[in-house]
């Protein structure tokens, strides 16, 4: 092994012993072994140390905050430490399967135009069971649309050039809750680019506290108001207000039943008017739009709205959907049969 690791794999984490040592033991478990990890402790006051500790592994790298500062800082304490060619990252709780590493630097060695790779991973509960698959767009416009309301890549499966992201000055530490979210938007608007490997190399846990369990309402919202309003100025030239920025985010990620038709309707318009100024095909805007009202047709008029964007999107839109729901089903299987996940009851 080189003394400088082409790959330098961040975890930042704070009092979970619960959840680390699969994490752990996953990374140390990869096919491709050039690499650092680096196990930024958050001042934990349960056994977490103890369990880094246990590993005797000389590509471990331990650093211990003196006082708890949030995952978001402890994350840029990782990346000033980071000497690997490409950040990898993962965090307590969640699992890389063994070939990600080798996958994700043969890509990004072959493609130097992409900046920020992500991949398809898998979710899993408390008890170890198999919750499905998520899949990840590549189409420029279709992450155009989604970096508004959601994230472009899975943030624990991602391979990122560790040159590029100090490019940015890392992650903004403003945001305590959504701060992948927030580094993703800047590197879109500074022109990085982003890809995801269809293949499911990670998986992450699903918990009561964590944002894709219960949506992370709250402060999160007022943080996605606050990312949505800068993407808007500086893609569009639209200065949002904080309750439109907020309405927006709401409007996507809760459903249009999280608000009144009046707000509902003004958000659709806006929305409608910022994607036309990124060049987005009406086609596109049309079936996102449905794609929302279809989950909840609340409101008496909801249905009409999705028939009207409907018709005329007979194309590779409702295709590539449809094949990903087959693949997702497959997959499903496969995993539930072959996948041996942990259980933290």
């Not at 991602?158 to 979210?181: F, H, K, P, Q, W």
């Not at 569009?236 to 038709?261: C, H, M, S, W």
């Not at 249905?303 to 693949?327: C, E, F």
Request: aromatic share 10%; hydrophobic share 40%; net charge neutral.
């Amino acid at each position: 092994m080189n003394n400088i690791p082409v790959i330098s794999v961040v975890l930042a984490v704070y009092n979970g012993q619960k959840y680390l040592k699969p994490s752990i033991e996953s990374v140390l478990a990869q096919s491709y072994g050039d690499f650092e990890f680096i196990i930024v402790n958050d001042a934990s006051t349960d056994s977490t140390l103890n369990i880094i500790n246990s590993y005797d592994d000389p590509r471990i790298i331990i650093h211990n905050n003196n006082e708890n500062a949030g995952q978001t800082a402890s994350l840029n304490v990782g990346l000033r430490i980071a000497r690997g060619k490409y950040i990898a990252r993962t965090d307590a709780g969640d699992i890389s399967m063994p070939d990600r590493f080798l996958k994700q630097i043969r890509f990004l060695d072959e493609h130097s135009d992409i900046d920020i790779l992500g991949t398809a991973a898998f979710q899993y509960d408390m008890a170890g069971k198999f919750c499905g698959n998520v899949f990840m767009p590549n189409r420029p416009s279709t992450i155009l649309q989604r970096i508004f309301f959601a994230c472009p890549v899975i943030h624990i499966s991602v391979m990122m050039r560790l040159d590029r992201i100090l490019e940015l000055g890392g992650y903004n530490e403003s945001y305590r809750i959504l701060a992948d979210y927030g580094l993703w938007a800047k590197a879109l608007q500074n022109g990085f680019r982003f890809w995801n490997l269809e293949d499911i190399l990670a998986g992450y846990l699903l918990t009561p506290d964590s944002f894709g369990y219960s949506h992370g309402r709250g402060r999160s919202v007022q943080e996605a108001a606050s990312i949505i309003t800068e993407i808007a100025l500086n893609l569009t030239g639209v200065k949002l207000t904080p309750d439109e920025a907020e309405n927006i985010y709401r409007f996507f990620v809760f459903g249009p039943q999280d608000l009144d038709k009046n707000q509902s309707d003004k958000v659709e318009m806006l929305f409608e008017s910022i994607l036309i100024k990124l060049d987005i095909p009406q086609r596109d805007i049309d079936y996102l739009l449905m794609r929302s009202y279809a989950k909840k047709l609340l409101y008496k008029d909801v249905l009409i709205k999705s028939l009207t964007r409907y018709r005329g999107l007979v194309s590779a839109h409702l295709h590539d959907d449809l094949s990903r729901y087959i693949k997702t089903v497959t997959n499903s299987k496969t995993q539930a049969i072959g996948l041996s996940i942990p259980s933290f009851k």
